[in-house]
């Protein structure tokens, strides 16, 4: 048995009619329940009984139920998908304390999925509590990524958070390893299976001033924070970048974080969180002419049915908007590192339709209308189903889930 705590038998109450009964239930079947319900169900139910809470607290810390826990709740989670829109409201925020928590910062959109008629699916969009970066914040320079249940948040000067909203927990991560005048150019944060740990990478540019108010750009850098150790450390990297990108585009994909951004041409930039080390993946031959800052064909990242795939799409005045997705293979013809590019879906022309978004779990796709609103599209119907008037479209950042999985390990952490 993966957890502990003797053979005794737990208290579970009846309600109702018959409340004034209790029965005793094993806790191996508690637990079997338990690891299907939602991170704040579980925490309210600590407060049953002294037993139930000393259950609930031990399986919160036990890794393997935590992990179980993750998968149970991705599974059921299948009927719905949450994504999380980081809306900055004003371009400055100033926050003396970092307990303060910005419930217009970021916003929440549960899209419920019904497979007998998708044309009325539900959604609920609602605030969407997180701890904020300390001090005086210039909120259009801060990025935000997610994995299991733990979202990271950094700005561009090496300030850097995580936090799981689900269980009320957040950590400041120490200062970094790299000397100051360091500009990030990406953050990623995932899980490394091979050491079971979670890791934060960070790479970008130093700068020192130049003559006459200029500032001259020097090699590449890039630093890993370890959750187990605690500590960043500078690591490796080839890659060379310009200081002036355009905001990346990022997704994650079964322990690889992926990037992709101008310079000048589009790129794509991975990051495997076992091996720790960055890959320039190559795009079609023949998308390297016409994908430019300028091209009227646009570029979004997005993860498919576990793959990382790439919308591109064009608008024609007076047609609309197509749109074709390319799937990655990172493991072309046996071997590892070695990309491909396969074409699987073609899309429009699509009227009033701005740009495509993201897969929702049940292979929908949401895309931006014209008018900035959200609009559901079933690609084996090929039509537009629902549209949804909740959240502002340019503030997208990432797909959901919540969990048990702590950030409570190293230091500086806090609940």
């Given at each position: 048995?993966?957890y502990?705590l003797?053979?005794?038998?737990?208290?579970?109450?009846?309600?109702?009619?018959f409340?004034?009964?209790?029965?005793?239930?094993?806790?191996?079947?508690?637990?079997?329940?338990?690891?299907?319900l939602?991170?704040?169900?579980?925490?309210?139910f600590?407060?049953?009984?002294k037993?139930w809470?000393?259950?609930?607290?031990?399986?919160m810390?036990?890794?393997?139920?935590?992990?179980?826990?993750?998968?149970?709740i991705?599974?059921?989670?299948?009927s719905?998908?949450?994504l999380?829109?980081?809306?900055p409201?004003?371009?400055?925020?100033?926050?003396?304390?970092?307990?303060?928590?910005?419930?217009?910062?970021?916003k929440?959109l549960?899209?419920?999925?019904?497979?007998?008629?998708r044309?009325?699916?539900n959604?609920?969009?609602?605030?969407?509590?997180?701890?904020?970066?300390p001090?005086?914040?210039?909120?259009y320079?801060?990025?935000?990524?997610?994995?299991?249940?733990?979202?990271?948040?950094?700005?561009?000067?090496?300030?850097?958070i995580?936090?799981?909203?689900?269980?009320?927990?957040w950590?400041t991560?120490?200062?970094t390893?790299?000397?100051?005048?360091?500009?990030?150019?990406?953050?990623?944060?995932?899980y490394?299976?091979?050491?079971?740990?979670?890791?934060?990478?960070?790479?970008?540019?130093?700068?020192?001033?130049?003559?006459?108010?200029?500032?001259?750009?020097?090699?590449?850098?890039?630093?890993?924070?370890?959750?187990r150790?605690?500590?960043?450390?500078?690591?490796?990297?080839?890659l060379?970048?310009?200081?002036?990108?355009?905001?990346?585009?990022?997704?994650?994909?079964?322990?690889?974080?992926?990037?992709?951004?101008?310079?000048?041409m589009?790129?794509?930039?991975?990051?495997?969180?076992?091996?720790?080390?960055?890959h320039?993946?190559p795009i079609l031959?023949?998308m390297n002419?016409?994908?430019?800052?300028?091209?009227?064909i646009?570029?979004?990242l997005?993860v498919?049915?576990?793959?990382?795939?790439?919308?591109?799409?064009?608008?024609?005045?007076?047609?609309?908007?197509s749109f074709?997705?390319?799937?990655?293979?990172?493991?072309?013809?046996?071997?590892?590192g070695?990309?491909?590019?396969?074409?699987?879906?073609?899309?429009?022309?699509l009227?009033?339709?701005?740009?495509?978004?993201?897969?929702?779990k049940?292979?929908?796709i949401?895309?931006?209308a014209?008018?900035?609103?959200?609009?559901?599209?079933?690609?084996?119907?090929?039509?537009?189903?629902?549209?949804?008037?909740?959240v502002d479209?340019?503030?997208?950042?990432f797909?959901?889930?919540?969990?048990l999985?702590?950030?409570?390990?190293?230091?500086?952490?806090?609940?």
């Amino acid at each position: 048995m993966w957890y502990s705590l003797g053979s005794m038998l737990m208290p579970c109450f009846c309600f109702g009619p018959f409340q004034k009964h209790r029965f005793y239930m094993p806790e191996d079947v508690l637990a079997e329940i338990f690891s299907w319900l939602p991170p704040e169900s579980l925490i309210r139910f600590k407060c049953v009984s002294k037993s139930w809470y000393a259950l609930i607290k031990f399986l919160m810390k036990d890794s393997e139920f935590v992990n179980k826990h993750l998968r149970n709740i991705d599974k059921k989670l299948m009927s719905s998908t949450c994504l999380v829109f980081y809306c900055p409201g004003n371009r400055y925020l100033n926050y003396p304390k970092t307990e303060s928590l910005l419930r217009d910062l970021f916003k929440s959109l549960t899209i419920f999925h019904n497979d007998n008629n998708r044309d009325h699916s539900n959604y609920v969009a609602e605030h969407f509590d997180s701890p904020v970066l300390p001090g005086k914040q210039d909120v259009y320079n801060m990025m935000a990524v997610h994995c299991d249940g733990i979202i990271c948040q950094a700005d561009y000067y090496g300030r850097v958070i995580l936090c799981n909203p689900a269980i009320k927990q957040w950590k400041t991560l120490p200062k970094t390893c790299l000397k100051n005048g360091f500009f990030t150019i990406g953050v990623g944060f995932g899980y490394d299976a091979r050491a079971n740990d979670y890791k934060v990478v960070r790479f970008g540019c130093e700068w020192i001033p130049g003559g006459q108010g200029l500032v001259n750009y020097e090699k590449t850098k890039a630093e890993v924070y370890s959750m187990r150790a605690g500590c960043w450390r500078e690591i490796g990297i080839d890659l060379e970048f310009a200081r002036f990108l355009v905001r990346a585009k990022k997704c994650y994909c079964k322990g690889v974080f992926y990037w992709s951004m101008w310079y000048p041409m589009f790129t794509i930039v991975s990051f495997d969180m076992s091996n720790e080390v960055f890959h320039n993946i190559p795009i079609l031959p023949n998308m390297n002419t016409h994908l430019t800052r300028k091209s009227p064909i646009k570029p979004t990242l997005t993860v498919w049915n576990e793959t990382v795939a790439l919308f591109l799409y064009y608008f024609e005045r007076g047609i609309g908007v197509s749109f074709k997705l390319w799937v990655l293979d990172d493991c072309y013809g046996g071997v590892k590192g070695s990309y491909s590019w396969t074409e699987e879906l073609v899309i429009g022309p699509l009227d009033k339709i701005a740009a495509p978004l993201a897969f929702l779990k049940n292979d929908d796709i949401l895309v931006e209308a014209a008018d900035g609103s959200l609009i559901l599209y079933n690609p084996h119907k090929q039509v537009l189903t629902k549209r949804i008037q909740a959240v502002d479209t340019r503030c997208w950042e990432f797909s959901y889930v919540k969990s048990l999985v702590s950030v409570h390990v190293g230091s500086h952490s806090h609940s």
